[in-house]
């Protein structure tokens, strides 16, 4: 008697064989290139691989079947294992996704090494995890971020002369509050965007060092720059803040990161993104009638958003 292993069950409702290469690459929109755009684009394909049951195949907790049935003796027959066959096909297609959204740059020195044609889907994603991935902030250094903040009444009543000249401003109250900080501040990174979040990506997928990036996005009402997992790779990173003067999505999401978020309203589009990263950076931005320049400092909390042209104590 053989002890048959039968191939796996597939919800055709949902299925990875409903994914191209092309859909692959509308999800995963972006040609994985240096480590700052690796968290994002692993995030991307996480949410695929656990969308589609594919994730024990890449992490390895999944491994691949035997070719061929066993018999209950032990020994190997010569019946063909359709598991195998399942198994094989998933992986194949897995290496052929990943590769899709790999750029020249990358798949050139891969090739070279003999990690392309891959075995495994599990080893080429591990061989992408050692080339790319970038070690996060820890725990206490984001509860240090978290301890800085100041009170922004506080820092009004200790700076009324400050507020008189202009060197400390105001911004509007018309910000939504998101993340779990209700309070944070940090040194200004500004960018400049219209509904392309490409240096949205670049920016959050760099050391943040407690800073807060500031994008203005002209008001726009129609998609969201900035998402769920931009804010949880922007809490990984060490930012202490994202304002945006536009939209944000995801924000179940977003509040379940340790960062503090400010944008005018939710819009569930999600952005697009330009082959040339369409915007600018380290300009200056007005948003409300408030100019805010890069390199500045930033205090918000509940009662407030202040911009400051210099870090102050009370």
């Not at 052929?96 to 599990?122: A, H, M, Q, R």
């Not at 993104?273 to 200056?284: A, C, N, P, Y």
Request: glycine share 8%; hydrophobic share 40%; charged share 25%.
């Amino acid at each position: 008697m053989i002890d048959s292993v039968p191939a796996p069950e597939v919800d055709h409702g949902y299925s990875y064989t409903t994914l191209t290469v092309e859909k692959i690459c509308s999800i995963v929109n972006l040609k994985l290139k240096t480590r700052e755009m690796y968290f994002f684009w692993k995030t991307l394909f996480e949410d695929i691989f656990k969308r589609y049951e594919l994730t024990g195949i890449v992490n390895g907790s999944e491994p691949c079947p035997d070719r061929f049935l066993i018999h209950k003796n032990g020994n190997l027959t010569n019946q063909v294992n359709l598991a195998f066959d399942v198994w094989h096909e998933k992986d194949q297609k897995i290496i052929t996704w990943i590769k899709s959204t790999l750029s020249e740059d990358v798949v050139l020195p891969l090739v070279t090494t003999g990690v392309i044609p891959s075995n495994s889907s599990c080893e080429l994603w591990l061989s992408l995890r050692k080339r790319f991935a970038v070690a996060g902030v820890s725990a206490e250094y984001r509860r240090s971020l978290a301890a800085a903040a100041l009170a922004t009444t506080d820092i009004c009543d200790a700076n009324p002369a400050r507020l008189e000249s202009g060197d400390l401003r105001l911004l509007e109250p018309n910000f939504q509050r998101f993340g779990k900080w209700h309070a944070f501040s940090g040194r200004v990174l500004t960018l400049k965007v219209f509904e392309d979040n490409t240096l949205v990506i670049e920016a959050l997928s760099r050391k943040g060092e407690g800073r807060v990036l500031v994008v203005d996005g002209g008001g726009s009402m129609r998609r969201a720059v900035t998402g769920g997992m931009l804010a949880k790779c922007a809490e990984i990173m060490g930012w202490a803040g994202i304002v945006v003067n536009g939209c944000v999505r995801d924000v179940d999401e977003i509040n379940e990161c340790e960062i503090g978020v400010r944008a005018l309203a939710t819009c569930p589009v999600r952005p697009i993104k330009g082959e040339d990263g369409s915007g600018q950076k380290h300009v200056d931005v007005n948003i409300g009638g408030t100019w805010i320049r890069d390199g500045e400092w930033l205090y918000a909390d509940n009662d407030g958003i202040l911009v400051s042209t210099t870090k102050l104590s009370i």
